[in-house]
């Protein structure tokens, strides 16, 4: 599998164990080689990101306050 990636076996083991420095390319090139790359389009697609979404449900507010109007004219 690191020769066809073209990198090194330690590249390849530090991938599979998810280090975060690994190139994307290198990531996205392993996904083609192991035909997983229709993945790849929906890795960071916000909508389908259970989790995020959650997240950012959980920060709205659960209220909106309106401004009273100025009353200094």
């Known amino acids: 599998m ?3 990636l073209f990198v ?5 083991w530090r991938m ?3 280090d975060p420095s690994v ?7 392993a996904l083609f080689v192991l035909q997983l790359h229709e993945r790849l389009a929906t890795l960071a697609a916000p909508g389908s990101d259970a989790l995020g ?5 959980a920060r709205l507010p659960e209220r909106i306050h309106r401004k ?3 009353t200094n004219r």
């Open 68 to 70: 009273k109007p100025s």
């Open 8 to 12: 090194s076996r330690d590249t390849l």
């Open 53 to 57: 979404l959650e997240q950012e449900a």
């Open 16 to 18: 599979e164990r998810g």
């Open 23 to 29: 190139a994307i390319g290198t990531v996205a090139t």
């Open 2 to 4: 690191a020769e066809r």
